[in-house]
């Protein structure tokens, strides 16, 4: 009798333990999506964007980020980020900016972003335009471990790959 009235107690144990560890695991998983935590890094970078919050934008740039555009000139760091960021919405009235992630790889606390983006623009003269570019964006961990960009390069896709 107490041999059996044991092994419930032990068995009941090894349940609970079994359950606790089960959900350790879940909440880790839950806890830790790095694509999700880039994915809602974009989402708070459009919204910055379409407020035409150049500080905002540039807020997702690692303290010694770059910023790569074609035909303009390298800008590093969150001060000349934010001043091409401004330069951007300074000239135009509006911006309505698509950003879809094409791929994602991540290496420890660094990730590699291949993206395609659009901006469809009303200038201050009103005419439309837009603009199509393909980026490769560098995310890196800050101290804080938070995503950051540490590098952002894109151009112009040849016309035939332009973001639908």
């Given amino acids: 009798m107490r041999e059996k009235y044991l092994l419930t107690i032990v068995l009941i144990l090894f349940i609970l333990v079994m359950v606790s ?13 790095p694509s999700a935590e880039i994915s809602a890094l974009w989402s708070q970078f459009i919204e ?3 407020a035409e919050d150049a500080a905002a934008c540039a807020s997702l740039y ?6 790569i555009p074609n035909e303009y000139r390298v800008n590093s760091g969150p001060a ?12 135009n009235q509006s911006g309505i900016y698509r950003h879809r992630m094409e791929s994602l790889h991540f290496f420890g606390d660094s990730a590699v972003e291949y993206a395609t983006f659009q901006v469809d623009w009303i200038a ?5 335009w837009s603009y199509n570019a393909r980026a490769l964006v560098h995310w890196k961990k800050d101290g804080n471990g938070i995503w ?14 332009l973001v639908p």
């Fill in 148 to 161: 950051k960009i540490k590098t952002m390069l894109f151009n112009n896709p040849p016309p035939n790959d």
């Fill in 21 to 33: 560890c089960t959900g350790q695991a879940s909440k880790a998983v839950d806890i830790e999506n």
């Fill in 48 to 50: 910055s964007w379409e």
């Fill in 124 to 128: 201050n003269g009103g005419e439309m």
């Fill in 80 to 91: 000349e980020i934010e001043e091409f960021y401004a330069a951007l919405f300074a000239n």
């Fill in 62 to 67: 690692h303290t010694e980020g770059l910023n």
